[in-house]
């Protein structure tokens, strides 16, 4: 129960970095390679202006 938690939480901050550190036309197309429950995870709290 506590792994799956942990795991989780650690793909969601490596997705998160990973998005940030891209250009945002290079992270889209990342992110419609990636599949729908992985995508949510990696636009959670997408702010595109930044």
Do not use: F
């Amino acid at each position: 129960m506590i792994s799956g938690r942990i795991g989780r939480h650690t793909l969601g901050v490596v997705l998160r970095t990973l998005r940030d550190s891209l250009p945002p036309d290079l992270g889209a197309n990342l992110a419609a390679e990636l599949p729908l429950l992985i995508r949510g995870a990696y636009y959670d709290q997408y702010n595109p202006s930044r």
